[in-house]
C-alpha cells in the first residue's frame, strides 16, 4: 500500500464490524469536540425548524410518532460551518480508511442532527430501503451533555443473531461522545423510550 500507515484504533473498529457487524467507540472525538457539536446543535435549533422525521422513502414518507418521535434537521457537507467541517473530516478520514483496507466502495455520507424529546421513540426497523439498498454503516454519534445517566432513556437496542440463529438485545447507551457503529443492512435496531432530550447526529455511509 505504499505510504498507507495502520492506524491501531481504526483497526479496533474494523475488527468489531467484521466479527460481530457493529461497534461501539468513547473516544473517536474529543470532549473538547463534543461540546462544540452540542453547541452547534442547539444554535441550529434555535436558528433553523428542525422538521418532525418521517418514516419511508420520499414520496411514500409518513410522520408516525407512535413509531418514530424525533426532530432532524440534514448536514450539508457542501457547505459545512467550522464545527461541522471538523466532524465531517473526521469521519472521512476513517471513511477512506475503510475503504482502502476492506473495499467497501463507500461513496458518500448522509447525515442529520437529531432531537429525541422526552416521551418519544423509534420503533424496531432496519436502515435500508426496499427500493434503495446503498446505505452500508449506520454510524450515530451522541451529543448529549456530561450529565447523562441511562436512567434518561433513550438507549439504542441492537438485535444480534448468533449462528444459530437465535436472537439477543445489545442495549446501548446515549453517553456523550459515543459513537456506535453498525451494518446498516443486516441489523434491526430501535431507541427506547427517552426520559430527557437526546440529542445525536446520526448518518449512514452509502455505497454508489
Avoid at 67 to 92: A, C, H, T
Avoid at 96 to 117: D, M, S, W
Avoid at 124 to 137: P, V
Amino acid at each position: 500500500m505504499g505510504d498507507f500507515e495502520l492506524n491501531p484504533f481504526y483497526e479496533l473498529i474494523i475488527d468489531d464490524l467484521v466479527n460481530r457487524k457493529y461497534s461501539v467507540v468513547d473516544c473517536f472525538f474529543s470532549e473538547e469536540e463534543i461540546n462544540l457539536l452540542r453547541a452547534n446543535l442547539l444554535l441550529k435549533q434555535d436558528l433553523h425548524s428542525f422538521k418532525k422525521a418521517a418514516i419511508g422513502q420520499a414520496s411514500s414518507e409518513q410522520i408516525v410518532e407512535e413509531i418514530r418521535g424525533d426532530s432532524i434537521l440534514w448536514l450539508d457537507e457542501k457547505e459545512p460551518d467550522e464545527v461541522e467541517q471538523m466532524y465531517f473530516n473526521k469521519v472521512n478520514h476513517f471513511l477512506e480508511y475503510v475503504n482502502r483496507t476492506c473495499y467497501l466502495g463507500i461513496q458518500e455520507g448522509e447525515f442529520h442532527y437529531a432531537c429525541y424529546p422526552p416521551g418519544t421513540c423509534y420503533k424496531r426497523h432496519l436502515d435500508i430501503f426496499q427500493s434503495d439498498s446503498r446505505r452500508t454503516l449506520s454510524v450515530v454519534l451522541y451529543l448529549n451533555d456530561q450529565e447523562w445517566t441511562p436512567a434518561y432513556g433513550g438507549e439504542l437496542a441492537l438485535y444480534l443473531q448468533d449462528e444459530h440463529g437465535n436472537e439477543r438485545e445489545e442495549i446501548v447507551h446515549a453517553l456523550p461522545g459515543r459513537l456506535v457503529v453498525f451494518d446498516s443492512k443486516s441489523i434491526e435496531h430501535e431507541v427506547k423510550m427517552v426520559n430527557h432530550t437526546r440529542y445525536s447526529i446520526t448518518g449512514w455511509l452509502k455505497t454508489r
